[in-house]
């Protein structure tokens, strides 16, 4: 047993103390975890948008002050009463999409929004409504039910999966949000067909991950869509056949219906931006084609189209976590990843220590960023 196991461990953590501000370093205390959570050792953290996006305060979910990060990966330190499948030692990504394989999400074989820990992880507690950090005496709250910018975080037993020890921490930290994300939403989400026109809007980890998975499902075409004249050679590089520069055209739904004489089998969002969603949906071809919704919009923004988009027989669906059930696929994944059948390595543009997180948060609004990995 770990000699910290049941005592409170004093680490580091970034804290987001309110929102719209840099993160603060601070010594922060976490508590042993109770029954059914998990106490984990965080190695590494990549930066999603989504982070970013909560720190900005558009997020309805977002309460301060927290701990924010959900792409982590670690060893387990120690487990609370009743947990059976996690021991000390194991290699573990962290889920923010939990799986209990119980509940009636679960059970459903529809989807992958397991609810189990779902309302209290929206609302920054355990699944008992307690919180485990501390800092200059004030309670911390969690974050997407992971909250790994932090040496050390407590999770529900159904947030983590244990994964291959081989495969190095600092790359499946990636398969716990944006890397699984894209891929799962072509190869599960829309399932792309053999030989099928896809077009990826928004040239950013989960873009590309996107490109990855309709790769893996020989899609036939793949029209890449940026604003950045420096995602073409990325797209490229992940297997996109083509590449539209948005603002360089009058109408992209009307150049892309050009392109591929009526419009795409499959489009996906990457951005966030709901013009941008219409204008997936709009580019898709009459009768079959599927759009896929995967950026994450600020409170307050609607997607609008004309019900005659939806008549005429394209279908409007969203994404979470590329529709995959965590701890049921990701140790499969990871050995794919293993095997070389499937892109980790190739989105790690940066990396930095967890004292310039900060810095790491900078560099990702630059478009040479795809992905920053925070050494913990
Ligand atoms: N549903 C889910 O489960 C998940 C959703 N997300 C969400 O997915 C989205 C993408 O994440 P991520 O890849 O990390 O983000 P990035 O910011 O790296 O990628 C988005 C890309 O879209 C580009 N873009 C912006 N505006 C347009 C436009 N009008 N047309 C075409 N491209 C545009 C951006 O360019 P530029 O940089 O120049 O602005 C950028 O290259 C985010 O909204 C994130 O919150 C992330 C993970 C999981
Ligand atoms: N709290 C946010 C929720 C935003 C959102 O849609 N999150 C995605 C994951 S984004 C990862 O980087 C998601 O999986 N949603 C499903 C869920 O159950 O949260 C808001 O309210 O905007
Ligand atoms: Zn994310
Ligand atoms: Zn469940």
Redesign the pocket.
């Given at each position: 047993m770990a000699p910290t196991a049941g005592k409170t461990i004093t680490c580091k953590a970034a804290v987001a103390w309110e929102a719209g501000k840099p993160l603060s370093l601070e010594d922060v205390e976490v508590a042993p975890p109770k029954a059914g959570e998990v106490r984990v050792k965080v190695e590494y953290t990549g930066l999603?948008?989504?982070d970013t996006?909560?720190l900005s305060g558009s997020?309805?979910?977002?309460a301060f002050p927290s701990i924010l990060g959900?792409e982590g990966a670690g060893y387990v330190e120690s487990v609370g009463e009743g947990v059976t499948h996690v021991k000390e030692g194991d290699s573990v990504i962290l889920l923010?999409?939990a799986e209990c394989k119980e509940c009636k999400f679960c059970k459903s074989g529809k989807t992958n929004?397991c609810q189990r820990v779902?309302a209290t992880q929206?609302q920054g507690v355990m699944p008992d409504g307690t919180k485990r950090f501390t800092c200059k005496g004030k309670e911390l709250n969690h974050f997407?039910g992971t909250s790994c910018f932090s040496q050390y975080t407590v999770v529900s037993q159904f947030s983590l999966v244990a994964v291959n020890q081989e495969a190095k921490q600092d790359r499946t930290c990636l398969l716990g949000?944006?890397v699984t994300?894209g891929y799962g939403a072509a190869t599960h989400t829309a399932n792309v067909e053999e030989g099928s026109t896809v077009a990826v809007f928004g040239i950013g980890c989960v873009g590309l991950a996107v490109i990855d998975g309709a790769v893996a499902n020989k899609a036939g075409r793949i029209i890449a869509i940026d604003v950045n004249p420096e995602k073409k050679a990325w797209a490229e590089k992940f297997g996109a056949t083509d590449f539209v520069q948005a603002d360089k055209v009058d109408d992209i739904v009307k150049h892309l219906v050009e392109m591929t004489d009526g419009g795409l089998d499959y489009t996906f969002d990457c951005t966030g931006n709901v013009k941008v969603m219409r204008s997936a949906l709009e580019a898709c071809h009459k009768g079959w084609g599927v759009s896929t919704v995967i950026g994450?919009?600020?409170?307050g923004q609607e997607i609008a189209t004309r019900p005659f988009q939806l008549v005429t027989g394209r279908k409007w669906q969203g994404s979470?976590?590329g529709g995959v059930k965590g701890r049921t696929e990701l140790p499969g994944l990871v050995e794919k990843y293993l095997k070389g059948q499937f892109k980790v390595d190739e989105y790690i543009t940066h990396s930095q220590d967890l004292e310039n997180i900060n810095k790491g948060l900078e560099e990702m609004k630059k478009g040479g960023c795809i992905r920053c990995v925070i050494k913990m």
């Open positions: 999603c948008h989504t996006y909560t997020d309805p979910e977002g959900h923010y999409t929004l779902r929206g997407m949000c944006g994300t994450v919009a600020a409170a979470a976590f």
